[in-house]
């Protein structure tokens, strides 16, 4: 049951990623290339999950990859659930409201689906190191680069949005970092047919 779970969240996560590089689409074009990498934070972090499990799926799991696919994706699933709350007057306005209530939702999903895989990383220094440093050069990125999303939208200031953003990075990556190879996750997944 767990491969086919995770199976089906793999299909969901590059359906997602699809619909996430295509919302991004006008804001890439006008972009320098190398500035991709950075501008589309769910797209991306639903892309490396996705590898992570795929990779898994084909017993090649890479704990590095599967460390740094379930920070991101708790980061970024958080991130936006966040920026539709705290910018309310442009996400939910009336117009707008069913859009990103449903992007609320799903983005929440991104924020769970790590507990199918923590169990299988490897606790070591990398689990810990590598998110928080691809992590943090992304924050400075986007708050000092200026390759946030949030600045093709009319909100005027980010307000507490970069704050926010770098405290995620740290706490997830604790977290990750402190449930890899989490055992009881293990015999709950075990359990569940690994």
Known sequence: MWRALLAVVLIINLLGTAFGY????????SSPIWQWVFIPDSPNSTIIFSIAIALILLNRASSTLSALGCVYVMKYGLWTMFVILYFPDFFLTPERADYYWLMFWLHFGMVLEPVLILHTIEKNKRTLLIPLILLLINDA????GGTSPLYSFPLGSLGLTPVFSLGETILFSIIAYS??????????????AL
């Open 141 to 144: 990125m986007d708050y000092m």
């Open 22 to 29: 295509y919302y991004y689409q006008g804001l890439l074009e």
């Open 179 to 192: 449930l890899a190879g989490n055992k009881a996750l293990a015999r709950f997944w075990r359990g569940k």
